[in-house]
C-alpha cells in the first residue's frame, strides 16, 4: 500500500539556521503530497502540499517540491525561528484518506 | 469560524471500561475524518463519514470500536471494552469537499490502563 517515510528527529538546529526534513513515498499511483505541522498543544495544520510532480508548495518561508523521479517531498526552510519549533508530518493521499509518516520534532534554540 | 474541537483532551480509563470521544467539525463541512496515532508510530486513517453515511471505515481496528454521526453533525466514537493497545491520540478532522484540504482538530489523548 501507499506509505511514506521521513526522517527520524527529533532536530535540533540553532536559530537562521537551514532546515530539511526528508521525506520519501511509496504509491501506486499519483498521489496528492502535503506537510502538515503541529505546534505545541494543537491540531495539525497544512503547512504546504503539491498535487502533481514537480509542483513546489511553499508558506511561512517553507518549500517542498514534489520529485517524481526520487520519490521525495522534502521540506526545507532557509532560516529556522524559534517559532518554528514543532513537529513536522509528511502525507500523501491518494484520495481523502491521508497516509502519515511518523513526524519529525524540531527544536529551534535561540 | 470555530475550528474543529474535540472533547474530552485527555482520557484515563481502565482496562475493559467504555469511553467515548466527540467531535465537533467545523460547521458546513460534510465530510468528517478519525485518524489515531499510537506511540511511537504513523497516525492512521480509521474512517470518513460524509454527512451521517460512513462512506469509509477500512482503517477502524476491530468491532470494539464504533463511530457514529447522527444528524451529520458532530461525530462520535466509542471504545467498547477499551485495551491497553487502544491508548494513543485520537484525532478528527473535516473537510468542505472529500479532496478538500483537512482541517484537524488537536486530538484526545487516551491511556487504557
Known amino acids: 500500500g501507499d506509505s511514506v517515510t521521513q526522517m527520524e528527529g527529533p532536530v535540533t538546529l540553532s536559530e537562521e539556521a537551514f532546515l530539511t526534513i526528508n521525506c520519501t513515498y511509496t504509491a501506486t499511483g499519483y498521489p496528492s503530497l502535503f506537510w502538515y505541522v503541529q505546534y505545541p498543544g494543537e491540531g495539525l495544520q497544512l503547512l504546504l502540499k503539491?498535487?502533481?510532480?514537480?509542483d513546489k508548495g511553499s508558506n511561512k518561508g517553507f518549500e517542498a517540491t514534489y520529485r517524481k523521479e526520487t520519490t521525495s517531498f522534502h521540506l526545507e526552510k532557509g532560516s529556522v525561528q524559534v517559532s518554528d519549533s514543532a513537529v513536522y508530518f509528511c502525507a500523501l493521499t491518494p484520495g481523502y484518506a491521508l497516509n502519515f509518516g511518523k513526524g519529525t520534532s524540531l527544536l529551534v534554540t535561540p | 469560524e470555530a475550528g474543529v474541537t474535540q472533547f474530552p483532551s485527555h482520557s484515563v480509563i481502565e482496562k475493559g471500561q467504555t469511553v467515548t470521544l466527540r467531535c465537533d467539525p467545523i460547521s458546513g463541512h460534510d465530510n468528517l475524518y478519525w485518524y489515531r496515532r499510537v506511540m511511537g508510530k504513523e497516525i492512521k486513517f480509521l474512517l470518513h463519514?460524509?454527512?451521517?453515511?460512513?462512506?469509509?471505515e477500512s482503517g477502524m481496528p476491530n468491532n470494539r470500536f464504533l463511530a457514529e454521526r447522527t444528524g451529520g453533525t458532530y461525530s462520535t466514537l466509542k471504545v467498547q471494552p477499551a485495551e491497553l493497545e487502544d491508548s494513543g491520540v485520537y484525532f478528527c478532522a473535516s473537510s468542505r469537499f472529500d479532496t478538500g484540504e483537512q482541517y484537524f482538530g488537536p486530538g484526545t489523548r487516551l491511556t487504557v490502563t
Open positions: 463519514f460524509v454527512k451521517e453515511s460512513k462512506q469509509d
Open positions: 503539491a498535487t502533481k510532480a514537480d
